[in-house]
């Protein structure tokens, strides 16, 4: 089924204690776009880059099947630019510099051709660009998920609630979800984003994995332990993009196919920390997606035989 | 089968941003035994306290089926006390105080009754205590199981690592694992602690799960994600408790049975953190025990049938 992806597409320089990269691919909807390729074909994105951007990137993107109507490329403008630094542990980063550029003034226009999309999938973007798009649709998508981090709950919390409030999915941090919540508890967290609008909570953890929330359920999907972490960038989009592409593909949205396509997600995401970028996302075989996903089931098989 | 228990029996005073106790009754050992007697009922204590230790708690621990002939109690000595305020995240912790008191001299002395143990625990205490038990018994056990910390990595790595050289199984969290290996991965830090002398690598995440290691193999078991979580102290040993009870009940160390030891560790564990101190230990119904472990068997079911 059909799938619209929003977020950036961008440019990043990576620092990390394995290695550091000059001007890279990078961006929320790259990320997704490239992970959901590997479940749906008919993919859309809403995006906008400067006439700085790589032409093979692109075509990287249209020969995965995703239909690049609704980029904007503005002439004479730069692409939004992040440069980080990764801590020893990898699990905390320092932000070195951010250019907006074409961030500071986008507004995002969705194609006809995605005004009927089955599936739309925000990425981490400002609330008012999350809220514009949802906004845009013509009929109302079968799920719409969302990706958004603490920078908004910062400085943007009443918009960002309008987009929580619309949308059917939610997927944060552990740390984003206590501050958004006010608690500390992830259980009494998750019922209290289940109030202000999403059915479903997805809690990303990074290399302790993620938890799926819906109703009083719980479900809880292991990160693979890793011989080599390179760099963490784009996991967590990544995860949301194998996420949404298998409901995208199933066109299942019960609660037993949402822990499917947390495992999916996971294994998505487990390839991208292998190197720097979007390198590891590209090119994947079937056999490849297999054993990752196999490896996922192995991890958490035991068996308790209960009186 | 038969387990000897070796670890403090102490007080704590524990701050939590949900509360505060005057001094309690804690120890890595009370925690231990107490969650291993739901599987055994052979158990021997080794360990030490001043004479103002409350007998009611040493009546709990017999009626629990724990032999005390190995509790020394020092006259005109007072027990060890910790006292530790937790942070909001209840990740991390400040130590307020620590009084060694009758651990400064603890000379442990294994009992005839427990020289032929077929199981040995060793909680958190000085490498050279831990040691000197290890030298102490007549047969060596089916399976010598570690717990210990960075503070010992810190002060004391020589002694820590003769005894890690004579164990089967090491407990530790996270950042212990890479601090003692001096690897990021954890897949690599294991590999590099097997060298030392383990067999099994547990590493204990608190309320991020376990990773339970075994040459290439690995197994996640996930911790419960809890309504409540009221104070996190003596998780860990309880964990370990749950690990080695379950292991010397079924007199097995094969690795599948060691998965289901990490969940029934995993699930001794989560009754702890509900309530200060070891309360929530004491009067365990067998009913409330399988009811929790089949959470965790629901926490990480799903269903994926690849092709």
């Known amino acids: 089924m059909s799938l619209l992806v929003v977020g950036t597409v961008a440019f990043d320089a990576i620092e990390t204690p394995f290695g550091k990269t000059d001007k890279i691919v990078g961006g ?56 980080g630094k990764y801590h020893n542990d990898l699990n905390s980063r320092d932000t070195l510099e951010t250019q907006l550029n074409v961030l500071e003034t986008f507004n995002p226009v969705v194609p006809e051709s995605a005004k009927e999309v089955d599936f739309l999938m925000l990425g981490n973007l400002a609330p008012a660009v999350q809220l514009s798009v949802i906004n845009q649709m013509r ?28 949308v059917d999915v939610l997927t944060i941090n552990d740390s984003e979800a206590r501050q958004l919540s006010g608690e500390y508890s992830l259980v009494k967290a998750a019922q209290k984003i289940f109030k202000m609008g999403p059915k479903i909570l997805v809690i990303k953890k990074g290399e302790h994995g993620a938890l799926l929330f819906h109703k009083t359920e719980v479900f809880f999907a292991p990160a693979l332990p890793l011989e080599e972490v390179f760099d963490p960038t784009g996991a967590g989009d990544t995860f949301a993009g ?33 190197k720097f970028g979007t390198e590891r996302l590209v090119g994947l075989s079937q056999t490849g997606l297999d054993e990752r996903v196999q490896d996922f089931i192995d991890l958490v098989q035991f068996d308790i035989q209960l009186a």
């Open 28 to 83: 929320a909807a790259s990320y997704i776009a490239l992970a959901a390729s590997y479940f749906v074909k008919d993919i859309h994105l809403v995006s906008v880059i400067g006439d700085d951007f790589p032409q093979s990137f692109l075509n990287t993107l249209t020969a995965s099947g995703v239909n690049l109507e609704g980029l904007q490329i503005k002439k004479g403008e730069k692409s939004f630019f992040w440069s």
């Open 139 to 166: 009929k109302r998508p079968k799920l719409i998920a969302m990706d958004t981090m603490n920078f908004w709950m910062d400085i943007a919390m009443p918009e960002l609630l309008k987009v929580v409030a619309l």
């Open 242 to 274: 194998g996420f949404i592409g298998h409901i995208a593909k199933s066109e299942d949205i019960s609660f037993s196919n949402m822990k499917r396509a947390i495992i999916y997600g996971s294994a998505m995401a487990s390839f991208t920390v292998e």
